[in-house]
């Protein structure tokens, strides 16, 4: 239906119908007669015929001109729609000045954590020129990632006071579905609505589909075929060129979802973490659960099959998704690993966590007589409630909620002789059947072990730590161990790897755990004594004081 308040230069303007009533609709008394395509006048009807005027009791187009302000000025105000609208309907996305890059318009993705049915974009373009690629074609392209079916979109201008739609590769595309690669391009006249509040002057002479709000601008249509893909335009002037032709009022922006009462209150949930829990599963003994909803806890001593999982739910917090940080320098988007329920509420369960197996283990010898190797694991599990879909994050600040779980592993430590005294007494000589003297450590070597952690360990002598001789020689005072190995791992066996050099016996036997003193506040110590080392030395290196340099190599979980 054509509703105006005065008609200017419409010669040969025809209705396409061979009604003469119910098509057409004017406020002064002098708006001329048209025809329909039978060549009958069409006479103007009253306003008060026109439905969308009575109901609302309109009776001037002064009064229309304030009702489509307040409209226009309503879908700009996220405040006024999440007023009226429920979060659950409704999504509201506010485009920055870096959406628009220069010189290529908006390409823009959005995704829906949920099934938003409406969706409005707030564009702050001030000029024509920031929606434009190479300064010239309009290029305004949005993608809705989201499970919503056929959505109501509205793209509002608020800065923007021209645009031109007139070259023929303009675009201006909203797509929607399940993910980026399958989208469907709206076109459904019906379900989108390009809103400029503030705008003076518009022109439109290429595709669009959907209908056009400019309360304050005229607006030129340059033959554009209303309801074949622009269905409508409301503005305070209309001009139209070029045989412009109407069906009717079909595909006019009114979606019948708006009147649904399930779509409308305001919001309809409460913005709540409804827990944040950690979980610590000892590898013997019952489990344990805290609570971070509001305060970090620390979790201490965890061995080394001890286990840790979190736990998280929340509602409300519309757009939100869950971020992880275990260094709280970069945070990573979890959001595949959430569930939404029945009630749209949402929850996270993490997999297990081994704190325990997640140890730096380092090695000491500054002391000139022992390699000491200890293990340390201090971690933080950090998590972030951010208004983002970003996959990776550096700064969390605005964060709707933060939560944080420090934990600790129990201690291992683990001393080794790096080398063996051999210097000979000649009051324990022996002799082989070849004449070689048989030499023992001046002192019986020892490992000494704390292991809290409770970490399974194999300990692995690799090769010579100070050089690859086989055999001593006179000016030397190192007797080397070469290519010889033997290995100790953590239930007291030993295996021994022989070459035919044999500077060592055969056979070193670990005696058991020694007693010591312990103090109940220290960690439990054990020490293991290394007997039986034997090495073979030259009779003419009798006098000759001997040392074996040891390296070794430590792995832990075996």
């Given at each position: 239906?054509?509703?105006?308040?005065?008609?200017?230069?419409?010669?040969?303007?025809?209705?396409?119908?061979?009604?003469?009533?119910?098509?057409?609709?004017?406020?002064?008394?002098?708006?001329?007669?048209?025809?329909?395509?039978?060549?009958?006048?069409?006479?103007?009807?009253?306003?008060?015929?026109?439905?969308?005027?009575?109901?609302?009791?309109?009776?001037?187009?002064?009064?229309?001109?304030?009702?489509?302000?307040?409209?226009?000025?309503?879908?700009?105000?996220?405040?006024?729609?999440?007023?009226?609208?429920?979060?659950?309907?409704?999504?509201?996305?506010?485009?920055?000045?870096?959406?628009?890059?220069?010189?290529?318009?908006?390409?823009?993705?959005?995704?829906?954590?949920?099934?938003?049915?409406?969706?409005?974009?707030?564009?702050?373009?001030?000029?024509?020129?920031?929606?434009?690629?190479?300064?010239?074609?309009?290029?305004?392209?949005?993608?809705?990632?989201?499970?919503?079916?056929?959505?109501?979109?509205?793209?509002?201008?608020?800065?923007?006071?021209?645009?031109?739609?007139?070259?023929?590769?303009?675009?201006?595309?909203?797509?929607?579905?399940?993910?980026?690669?399958?989208?469907?391009?709206?076109?459904?006249?019906?379900?989108?609505?390009?809103?400029?509040?503030?705008?003076?002057?518009?022109?439109?002479?290429?595709?669009?589909?959907?209908?056009?709000?400019?309360?304050?601008?005229?607006?030129?249509?340059?033959?554009?075929?209303?309801?074949?893909?622009?269905?409508?335009?409301?503005?305070?002037?209309?001009?139209?060129?070029?045989?412009?032709?109407?069906?009717?009022?079909?595909?006019?922006?009114?979606?019948?979802?708006?009147?649904?009462?399930?779509?409308?209150?305001?919001?309809?949930?409460?913005?709540?973490?409804?827990?944040?829990?950690?979980?610590?599963?000892?590898?013997?003994?019952?489990?344990?659960?805290?609570?971070?909803?509001?305060?970090?806890?620390?979790?201490?001593?965890?061995?080394?099959?001890?286990?840790?999982?979190?736990?998280?739910?929340?509602?409300?917090?519309?757009?939100?998704?869950?971020?992880?940080?275990?260094?709280?320098?970069?945070?990573?988007?979890?959001?595949?690993?959430i569930k939404t329920g029945d009630d749209g509420n949402k929850t996270y369960t993490s997999a297990d966590f081994?704190?325990?197996?997640?140890?730096?283990?380092?090695?000491?010898?500054?002391?000139?007589?022992?390699?000491?190797?200890?293990?340390?694991?201090?971690?933080?599990?950090?998590?972030?409630?951010?208004?983002?879909?970003?996959?990776?994050?550096?700064?969390?600040?605005?964060?709707?909620?933060?939560?944080?779980?420090?934990?600790?592993?129990?201690?291992?430590?683990?001393?080794?002789?790096?080398?063996?005294?051999?210097?000979?007494?000649?009051?324990?000589?022996?002799?082989?059947?070849?004449?070689?003297?048989?030499?023992?450590?001046?002192?019986?070597?020892?490992?000494?072990l704390s292991n809290d952690l409770e970490a399974d360990f194999s300990l692995t002598l690799k090769s010579d730590?100070?050089?690859?001789?086989?055999?001593?020689?006179?000016?030397?005072?190192?007797?080397?161990?070469?290519?010889?190995?033997?290995?100790?791992?953590?239930?007291?066996?030993?295996?021994?790897?022989?070459?035919?050099?044999?500077?060592?016996?055969?056979?070193?036997?670990?005696?058991?755990?020694?007693?010591?003193?312990?103090?109940?506040?220290?960690?439990?110590?054990?020490?293991?004594?290394?007997?039986?080392?034997?090495?073979?030395?030259?009779?003419?290196?009798?006098?000759?004081?001997?040392?074996?340099?040891?390296?070794?190599?430590?792995?832990?979980?075996?």
């Open positions: 239906m054509l509703v105006a308040n005065t008609l200017q230069g419409t010669y040969g303007t025809k209705f396409a119908t061979s009604k003469t009533t119910g098509i057409y609709a004017a406020e002064s008394s002098t708006a001329p007669v048209l025809k329909n395509t039978n060549g009958e006048d069409v006479n103007p009807d009253s306003l008060n015929t026109v439905t969308d005027f009575s109901r609302t009791g309109i009776s001037s187009f002064s009064q229309t001109s304030e009702q489509l302000q307040s409209v226009s000025d309503f879908y700009a105000s996220t405040d006024q729609v999440t007023k009226v609208f429920s979060d659950k309907f409704v999504k509201i996305v506010d485009l920055t000045d870096s959406d628009m890059i220069s010189q290529k318009g908006i390409d823009k993705t959005i995704t829906d954590s949920g099934t938003h049915q409406f969706l409005i974009v707030n564009i702050p373009a001030t000029s024509e020129d920031q929606l434009k690629y190479n300064g010239y074609l309009l290029h305004v392209n949005i993608k809705y990632i989201t499970k919503a079916v056929n959505p109501i979109v509205i793209l509002n201008f608020p800065n923007l006071k021209t645009l031109s739609l007139e070259q023929a590769d303009d675009l201006l595309n909203v797509s929607y579905g399940a993910n980026e690669a399958n989208q469907t391009s709206i076109t459904d006249k019906s379900r989108i609505l390009m809103n400029f509040p503030n705008a003076s002057d518009l022109s439109i002479q290429q595709n669009f589909v959907g209908t056009l709000l400019a309360p304050a601008a005229t607006v030129l249509i340059k033959g554009l075929k209303l309801n074949t893909t622009f269905s409508a335009a409301y503005a305070k002037n209309i001009e139209m060129t070029n045989g412009t032709t109407s069906s009717g009022s079909d595909g006019v922006f009114n979606p019948p979802e708006f009147g649904d009462p399930n779509n409308q209150g305001g919001s309809t949930e409460t913005d709540e973490i409804t827990k944040a829990d950690v979980t610590k599963v000892p590898a013997s003994g019952s489990a344990s659960t805290k609570s971070f909803k509001d305060d970090q806890q620390t979790l201490s001593d965890f061995k080394y099959n001890d286990t840790l999982k979190f736990d998280i739910g929340w509602q409300g917090y519309a757009d939100a998704e869950l971020y992880r940080s275990t260094d709280g320098t970069t945070w990573t988007n979890i959001n595949t690993d081994s704190p325990g197996k997640d140890v730096k283990l380092t090695v000491d010898g500054s002391n000139g007589t022992q390699q000491i190797f200890k293990t340390t694991g201090n971690k933080t599990y950090s998590f972030a409630l951010v208004k983002s879909n970003q996959k990776t994050l550096t700064d969390v600040s605005d964060a709707v909620w933060q939560g944080q779980v420090a934990t600790s592993t129990a201690d291992f430590t683990l001393a080794v002789p790096d080398k063996i005294d051999f210097s000979i007494d000649y009051s324990k000589l022996k002799t082989d059947s070849d004449g070689d003297l048989l030499a023992t450590p001046k002192e019986t070597p020892e490992l000494v730590a100070t050089a690859d001789q086989t055999e001593p020689k006179n000016e030397q005072t190192n007797v080397f161990l070469g290519a010889q190995r033997f290995k100790f791992i953590s239930n007291n066996q030993a295996i021994y790897l022989a070459n035919n050099l044999e500077l060592f016996s055969k056979s070193v036997p670990i005696d058991g755990v020694l007693a010591v003193a312990q103090d109940p506040l220290e960690p439990k110590v054990e020490k293991y004594q290394l007997t039986g080392f034997q090495v073979k030395v030259p009779l003419t290196l009798a006098s000759t004081a001997a040392i074996v340099g040891l390296d070794w190599q430590l792995t832990l979980g075996e």
